[in-house]
């Protein structure tokens, strides 16, 4: 009986240890390297219509980013929402130059060489 009890516990425990990772971790950053881009106008707008009506855009992006050595890669990324001219962001990107995620980071956060190339 106490063998099957510490079965049990030892599983539930597995699986809220799986339910917090999950929760917790965000696949579209982990093992991906970082590109820095200062946005300039969007490349171009798509928009489409759902079928309750509501009009969704996505604003595609379409620029040159600097890996944190300052080395300039093409990339082609979008938002949900036009974003800041001038803004600087830190880019997700994978070895084929996609990217999947962004964060928004100010000037002082830039790499030296970043910052040199922009």
Known sequence: ?????????GIVVLFVAAVVVLMTVDFNRTGKDNAYVQIDESAYTEEDKLDNGEVMKTYWYEQPAYTEDGEEIQVEFSAQKELRQGAYLMLYVNKDNEVSS???VSEAELPDAVEEAL
């Not at 009986?1 to 516990?9: D, E, T, Y």
């Open 102 to 104: 962004y964060d928004e």
């Open 1 to 9: 009986m106490k063998k099957i009890m510490a079965l049990v516990i």
